[in-house]
C-alpha cells in the first residue's frame, strides 16, 4: 500500500461523520444519567430487575455501534489506492525476450537441452499473449534483434527454432549489450514494457549492470526465467563431444543460486526457475502484467477497497447477540 495514492472515491459521504459522531454522544450522555428506581423497590429485587446497572464501565454497546457506523461510513466513501488496468491495456503490454544462446545452452541436464526448453518455454509464453507485441533477441558474447515487436507468433517460431549458439558471432554471456537494444525496441513503451531474460544463470559481474540499469527513470522492467539444475549438465556439441572450457576442461554448467537470490534482492529482478508444468508460464504472465506503470493507463480506474472496513463492522455487530449488549435507542 502506497501512502501517497491513498483517497476517497465517494468523499461526499464522510458528511456522514458528525452525525455519527453526534449520536453516539447524545446516547452516551443519556445512558449516563439513568432512570431513577422508585425507593419503595426492595435493592435486592431492583439490582435484580436492572439491566445494565453497571453504567461506570469504560465499554457500552453504543461505543461498539459508533465505531462500525464508522467504518461504514468509511467503506461507503471508497478509500483507494491503488489502480486496476484495463483488461485491454494488460494484454497488450509489450515484451521482449533475449534468450541466451551460449554453449552453456547446451547442457543436457534438461531435456533435450537448456536451449531447446528455452525455445518450448518461450512458445507457450507467446500463446499465452496473442495479439500483445512481443520482440525477439539472441545474445551471446554480443546481442541482436532476431524479431522487431511484432503480434504475430507465427514469425517468431521459425527464428526461435534456428536459434544455436554456432550462429552466434562471439562466445560467453555478456547481458550488458542486450539492455540499450530492448530499451530501443520498446521506444516510448519502455516504461510499461517488460524485458524478459530466458537463460541458465547470471555471473556476479551482471549484478551492477542490472541495479544501474534498473535506476534508469526510462528503464523497463525486467524478469528472468533461469533453465536448468543447481548442479548443472554436460555440454553437448552437435557431434557429441563435450563442450570444452577455456582451460580445457569441460565446461562447468552449474547455476550459482547465491547469484540468483542477489539479482532479486538487489537488481529487483524477479526470478522465476523453469519446471515442468506451465507454473512458470503462469508466474510470468503475472509478473508481466503488474509491471505495467499504471499511471501510464488512461483506461484504469482505481480500485475500491472499502469493502476491507466491512469485516471489522460486522465482527462488531455481532456483539448484539451478547445478553445485555443489544444496542438500545
Request: aromatic content about 6%; overall charge neutral.
Amino acid at each position: 500500500m502506497e501512502l501517497e495514492l491513498l483517497h476517497l472515491l465517494r468523499p461526499a459521504w464522510l458528511a456522514a461523520l458528525p452525525v455519527v459522531g453526534l449520536t453516539w454522544w447524545l446516547v452516551r450522555q443519556i445512558g449516563s444519567n439513568p432512570v431513577q428506581v422508585s425507593s419503595l423497590l426492595a435493592p435486592h429485587l431492583r439490582d435484580a430487575l436492572t439491566v445494565n446497572r453497571n453504567t461506570t464501565k469504560a465499554y457500552r454497546p453504543v461505543d461498539g455501534m459508533a465505531v462500525a457506523l464508522t467504518a461504514l461510513v468509511m467503506a461507503a466513501a471508497g478509500p483507494s489506492w491503488n489502480k486496476q488496468p484495463s483488461p485491454w491495456f494488460a494484454e497488450t503490454a509489450p515484451l521482449v525476450i533475449a534468450v541466451e544462446v551460449s554453449d552453456s545452452m547446451r547442457s543436457n541436464d534438461v531435456q533435450p537441452t537448456r536451449l531447446d526448453r528455452a525455445r518450448f518455454k518461450v512458445l507457450d509464453l507467446i500463446a499465452a499473449r496473442t495479439g500483445s507485441r512481443t520482440a525477439l533477441l539472441a545474445y551471446a558474447g554480443t546481442a541482436h534483434v532476431v524479431v522487431p515487436p511484432s503480434r504475430d507468433i507465427g514469425v517468431l517460431k521459425p527464428f526461435l527454432e534456428s536459434l544455436d549458439p554456432g550462429i552466434m558471432p562471439a562466445p560467453g554471456a555478456d547481458l550488458s549489450t542486450v539492455l540499450p537494444l530492448a530499451q530501443h525496441l520498446l521506444g516510448e513503451q519502455s516504461t510499461t514494457g517488460t524485458l524478459l531474460f530466458v537463460n541458465d544463470g547470471f555471473d556476479a559481474s551482471d549484478i551492477a549492470t542490472l541495479v544501474g540499469f534498473a535506476s534508469q527513470p526510462d528503464a523497463p522492467s525486467m524478469v528472468a526465467l533461469v533453465i536448468g539444475t543447481n548442479e548443472g549438465g554436460v555440454a553437448l556439441m552437435p557431434d557429441g563431444a563435450p563442450v570444452l572450457a577455456g582451460s580445457g576442461g569441460r565446461l562447468d554448467t552449474a547455476i550459482d543460486t547465491s547469484v540468483l537470490r542477489r539479482i532479486s534482492s538487489e537488481a529487483n529482478v524477479p526470478v522465476v526457475r523453469a519446471s515442468a508444468g506451465d507454473g512458470d508460464i503462469r508466474q510470468l504472465l503475472r509478473l508481466i502484467e503488474s509491471n505495467l506503470r499504471q499511471a501510464d493507463d488512461p483506461d484504469a480506474r482505481w480500485r475500491d477497497q472499502g469493502w476491507w472496513l466491512l469485516w471489522p463492522a460486522a465482527l462488531l455487530v455481532l456483539l448484539w447477540f451478547r445478553r445485555g449488549w443489544t444496542m438500545r435507542w
